[in-house]
């Protein structure tokens, strides 16, 4: 028999608490979390004082505390000020340039809200057609631009700018230069050289923090500020973040126990991780995860591979692989304990298509018994391990501090290596 997990104090998820808790009581580890306590100890204490491998971008890890105030507040005022003359906001970047701000823009205003001003992605592609009908979508609204790039010559996203750029000009002559933003390198590079001459609004990609967890920069920042979310609440919940997963006793630390879990998977023979979520606004938060943590640990020909898949929506078409078909994955699922909007299912008369059985009942909660049978079939019928995460909510608070337990556990994961 497999080991079913090893059960410490919090994996169960009970009450309304602030972080994300984990449950490995489903994960078949053959090996005890608590095992890797010295090794966690001493990578936990490389990572604090700045000795560790890739000790040169690891800004992100005092970044609640250490972010520059006065261009925060900037930030807010800048996207107060789009908010009041723009009907659509271009986000010209690629990978975490653009990552990060999708996943929490969608996760947090949903797919299909009264969202003003629209935001729109270029820069993340050489489609002629996409570009092409996104410029002709915007031709006759009101239009900002924020082009963000380290140096300015990645290759997408310089072509989509200089594309934009034309039309910004074309458009609205000497006004185009009020109307881009740059969120580039503080002293140098293609980009930032353009910004000076032009007089574009400039924030600062910081030296420290690459790309992949950009998201609580300037980068994720102002698009997600433009959309209206609140980026204090965002702040605050990384913030909190750093106590909540910052013990190096893994009791403690459900991030650095899922670390472990994944490590102990991989020796498993596991070597796909495929992350799980209920909420189809979130699967852009899987895509931010799989940049997060296959640009981290994927090197030197190690890490795992990492997926995901939106249920129950992709059960109709990855199902029966992940519960047939060859073992090689593992899944964390990423729940959240309460959806942005609820309703309720109605009552029909006829009841002709058999469905009078969940009137009255919250539809959350059919999601929610959905996500329990998948589990079950998946253990019991398909042998599957599965890590359990709970995040309580979609807020900004709650996205800020996911962001951070991601942040913790890739490290924690990739220096185990």
């Known amino acids: 028999m497999l080991n079913r997990g090893i059960i410490m104090s919090g994996d169960s998820y009970g009450g309304k608490i602030n972080m994300i808790t984990l449950d490995l009581n489903h994960a078949f580890l053959k090996e005890d979390v608590k095992a890797y306590q010295n090794q966690v100890r001493a990578i936990d204490e490389a990572l604090q004082n700045g000795t560790c491998k890739g000790n040169d971008f690891i800004g992100w890890l005092n970044w609640a505390n250490n972010y520059d105030k006065e261009e925060f507040s900037r930030i807010k005022e800048v996207a107060a000020k789009v908010r009041e003359n723009t009907e659509v906001f271009v986000v010209c970047g690629i990978g975490g340039s653009y990552l990060g701000a999708r996943a929490a823009i ?12 629209e935001i729109i992605y270029m820069g993340n592609t050489f489609s002629s057609t996409y570009i092409s009908q996104v410029m002709n979508y915007i031709k006759d609204k009101e239009v900002t631009v924020n082009v963000i790039s380290k140096s300015g010559t990645t290759t997408e996203t310089a072509l989509a700018f200089r594309i934009l750029k034309q039309f910004m000009e074309e458009k609205y002559g000497e006004d185009a230069k009020n109307r881009i933003i740059a969120t580039t390198d503080k002293a140098r590079g293609t980009l930032k050289a353009l910004a000076d001459k032009e007089g574009y609004e400039t924030f600062v990609i910081p030296d420290d923090i690459g790309g992949r967890f950009s998201v609580i920069t300037p980068v994720g920042l102002l ?24 013990d190096a006793a893994l009791e403690k630390n459900p991030a650095y126990r899922y670390a472990v879990a994944r490590r102990i998977l991989q020796n498993q ?17 899987a895509e931010w995860w799989k940049q997060l943590f296959g640009e981290s640990e994927g090197k030197d020909g190690k890490g795992i591979l990492p997926d995901s898949v939106c249920f129950s929506t992709d059960l109709h078409s990855l199902g029966q692989f992940v519960q047939e078909g060859k073992k090689v994955l593992f899944e964390t699922n990423l729940y959240v304990d309460t959806p942005m909007i609820d309703l309720t299912f109605p009552n029909d008369e006829a009841n002709e298509d058999g469905m009078n059985y969940l009137a009255g009942k919250s539809v959350d909660w059919a999601n929610k018994m959905a996500a329990k049978g998948t589990l079950q079939a998946h253990e019991e019928t398909g042998g599957v391990p599965n890590i359990l995460l709970t995040m309580p909510g979609m807020t900004s608070y709650d996205f800020g501090n996911m962001c951070m337990f991601f942040f913790k556990a890739i490290a924690m994961t990739t220096l185990m290596n």
Do not use: S
């Open 223 to 246: 698009p997600i500020a433009v959309a209206g979310i609140d980026i204090d609440a965002l702040m605050k919940g990384l913030h909190d973040g750093m106590g909540e997963y910052g």
């Open 106 to 117: 969608e996760m947090m205003n949903g797919l299909y809200g009264d969202n003003k001003p």
């Open 269 to 285: 023979g596991y070597d796909v991780e495929l992350l799980v979520n209920y909420e189809p606004q979130m699967q852009m938060v």
